[in-house]
């Protein structure tokens, strides 16, 4: 007869291992190696499904060195730099040149104001000079062959009332003293001084030797009339024993 030793003592353990589990505090003690533990001792941090996983702190002291950060270039750099000068160059010259431009633009424009601005205010005196010339021409062909001495004063004076209309177109007119008026320093100069022969001859003009002209614009006298002046003094006053003088001396009043 065959006995299966197997069998008998898979039986023989078990029915043991029942009545070991019966007993009090069999779930106390820890399991010794090579037996089996139960899921929920084994791994008490066990993640359910669906959860997410925990993150992993990772300490300075573990963690993987950093690279080294690369060098600056000097050369590239310095080439940066004068690439940059180089466009603030350009643009200062391209600002320069542009101003430049303007003020020739505008200087062109101030002398071609000034030019008409003059031909405005010469263009009386230029059509007066050109009548006089006209004037002038005319009278040297027509001229007779024989001229007494007061033909040629009328046609000189004809000439010089020409003249005086152009001066006055352009706000100058003549200042004509009169021999026997009364001195006046604003208008007249004295270029010789006579000694009168009577005190109601004192500073009285004795000879007109050339006009005067004044501004009308602004009434200032731009040419001073040149004349001879009286002066009576006891000194060089005519006696029974002297001649009247007839000359004074060079003087400035």
């Known amino acids: 007869m065959v006995i299966n030793t197997d069998h008998s003592a898979t039986a023989v353990g078990s029915e043991v291992g029942e009545s070991m589990r019966d007993e009090p505090g069999h779930d106390d003690r820890p399991a010794e190696l090579g037996e089996p533990v139960d899921s929920a001792v084994a791994a008490p941090d066990a993640v359910e499904p669906g959860e997410p996983p925990e993150p992993v702190e990772v300490s300075a002291e573990t963690a993987p060195p950093d690279e080294p950060a690369a060098a600056p270039d000097p050369v590239a750099e310095l080439a940066e730099a004068v690439s940059a000068l180089t466009v603030q160059v350009r643009e200062h010259h391209d600002r320069a040149a542009a101003r430049e431009r303007v003020i020739d633009k505008l200087h062109a424009e101030l002398e071609r104001l000034r030019t008409g601005e003059q031909n405005l205010v ?132």
Do not use: M
């Not at 050109?130 to 033909?151: G, M, V």
């Not at 209309?165 to 604003?186: D, H, M």
């Open 122 to 253: 010469l263009r009386p005196i230029t059509t007066d000079l050109q009548n006089l010339r006209k004037d002038l021409l005319h009278q040297a062909r027509t001229l007779p062959a024989e001229l007494d001495r007061d033909q040629v004063v009328d046609l000189l004076e004809s000439f010089a009332l020409s003249a005086e209309q152009a001066l006055e177109r352009c706000g100058s007119v003549p200042i004509r003293p009169a021999v026997g008026a009364e001195f006046s320093a604003r208008e007249h100069r004295a270029i010789r001084v006579l000694p009168a022969d009577d005190p109601d001859q004192h500073e009285r003009i004795a000879v007109v030797v050339s006009d005067g002209y004044l501004d009308t614009t602004t009434d200032r006298v731009t040419v001073p009339a040149r004349v001879h002046v009286y002066r009576w003094s006891a000194e060089t006053a005519p006696t029974t024993d002297q001649n009247p003088r007839t000359e004074g001396i060079s003087a400035d009043v």
